[in-house]
């Protein structure tokens, strides 16, 4: 951004103006996204759009951490099972991340056929972050069936390869895999390896 709102009125318009911006992309995609009609979206002149961001990708960086922040509460939410049952939390939270991905009209399957020009480090760092939040809580209350040393390591793997994963399969637009099916793999195979016991390395005499 050019310059932070500080009053309430400026402080709504660029409310206005990132949520106008958000559909646009959804209405139009990303490529007919402009300037000109994120203003006009927003009820307000291009003028007063450049007095708060620079161009159409100041918009749409603002619009991704806005994003982030979104699904950074519905993680929250997310319970931790109070049971030992590892496969029921990791699969509600994959049963979570498809529900966004399939949320806001189109505005997020647009966005995801688009990752690669996006500015998305944002995005996945507020995943990973609130991901590590979920299993610590989960493996602080069952840390006697599960013992784990290098959960940040396990992690960051499982944040990015679910992610990257789900992503693939909704930009390809195949049929060949089922949805759930995918999101039920997805389930079993993270489940397993972050229950998995670290592996014991033995050092040599």
């Known amino acids: 951004m050019r310059k932070r709102p500080q009053q309430q009125r400026s402080r709504e318009m660029v409310r206005a103006l990132i949520d106008a911006t958000g559909k646009v992309i ?21 003028g007063s759009l450049y007095q708060y961001f620079g161009d159409k990708d100041g918009l ?6 806005s ?31 498809f529900a966004v991905l399939h949320s806001r009209d189109g505005l997020y399957l647009e966005l995801v056929r688009n990752w690669h020009r996006l ?24 840390y006697q069936h599960h013992q784990i040393s290098n959960l940040e390591v396990r992690v960051f793997i499982v944040t990015n390869s679910v992610l990257f994963t ?32 670290p592996d014991t390395v033995e050092e040599s005499p």
């Open 166 to 197: 789900m992503i693939r399969h909704i930009s390809q637009h195949s049929g060949l895999i089922r949805e759930q099916e995918l999101a039920d793999e997805l389930t079993l195979m993270v489940a397993r390896y972050l229950a998995s016991p």
């Open 67 to 97: 994003l982030a922040d979104e699904i950074g509460t519905g993680l929250k939410r997310l319970p931790v099972m109070d049971n030992v049952d590892m496969a029921a939390t990791v699969g509600s939270a994959i049963r979570f991340g």
């Open 119 to 142: 500015p998305t480090n944002r995005v996945m760092d507020a995943l990973q972050q609130h991901f590590m939040e979920l299993a610590r809580l989960y493996f602080l209350r069952h």
């Open 60 to 65: 749409i960086e603002a619009l991704m951490e």
């Open 26 to 46: 959804q209405q139009q995609g990303l490529d007919n996204t402009t300037t000109a009609r994120i203003a006009e979206g927003a009820g307000v002149s291009v």
